[in-house]
């Protein structure tokens, strides 16, 4: 148990669904993170929260829409994927700036078809 | 943009053997840290290194931070099949930044 919980953790859809991926974090912390772990890719970095508001968005395409609502609470709303968007998408939280120490979920393995 | 190169990508060891992974970093980093995926699951927090120069221990785990603040190593001594894993490297170079730039990792086996 990292604290950190991610639903579901696995996914499989078609190109034409709509689906959303949750993240939940019961660690105090006031900074969230998607991040996306292709096959022999780096971590890629998706998008940031801190205190609700996006401070960053790594030109990720318009089908990924994420959402938080609340400082423990990220959306990841997906839309119209390719298959190349198949992947494990992990949700981190962390306490602030200076990227302090991470804490992961366990992803969700989404398959797109 | 910042570039973290991580090697060697793969590392196959008999247990007992020592392992030792290698970061490289494109721009001066504020802090790297270190993180371990076992087969399945999620990235977990090592540690983070800060100061130039710097050496931290684990057990048999020994950390560095290069004096120019832009490498880094991972060595693991006598290594052990639970120590199976991807390790990778992540750096972040301050500045107000959320932003970690991981390494593509190295995936290490332990032949019993």
């Known amino acids: 148990e990292t604290g950190v919980t991610q639903t579901p953790r696995h996914l499989v859809m078609g190109m034409t669904n709509k689906k959303s991926l949750k993240c939940e974090q019961h660690l105090g912390h006031n900074a969230m993170y998607w991040y996306k772990q292709s096959a022999k890719k780096p971590l890629e970095l998706m998008f940031v929260?801190?205190?609700?508001?996006?401070?960053e968005n790594n030109s990720v395409p318009s089908r990924f829409s994420p959402e938080c609502p609340n400082s423990s609470h990220l959306f990841l709303h997906l839309h119209t994927l390719q298959p190349e968007d198949s992947a494990l998408y992990l949700c981190a939280s962390s306490e602030g700036r200076w990227a302090t120490e991470a804490f992961f979920g366990q992803g969700t393995r989404l398959t797109v078809v | 943009g910042q570039q973290v190169m991580q090697i060697p990508q793969y590392q196959h060891v008999q247990e007992g053997e020592d392992f030792t992974t290698y970061c490289n970093s494109s721009?001066?980093?504020?802090?790297i840290q270190w993180y371990k995926q076992r087969p399945g699951g999620h990235p977990v927090f090592l540690i983070q290194l800060v100061k130039s120069g710097e050496v931290k221990k684990q057990k048999r785990l020994t950390f560095q931070f290069g004096e120019a603040k832009k490498n880094s190593s991972l060595h693991i001594t006598a290594t052990q099949t639970t120590d199976v894993g991807t390790y990778f490297c992540a750096g972040n170079s301050g500045a107000g930044s959320y932003q970690l730039t991981f390494g593509k990792g190295t995936k290490l086996s332990v032949i019993p």
């Open positions: 929260y801190s205190l609700e508001e996006r401070v």
């Open positions: 721009t001066t980093l504020s802090n």
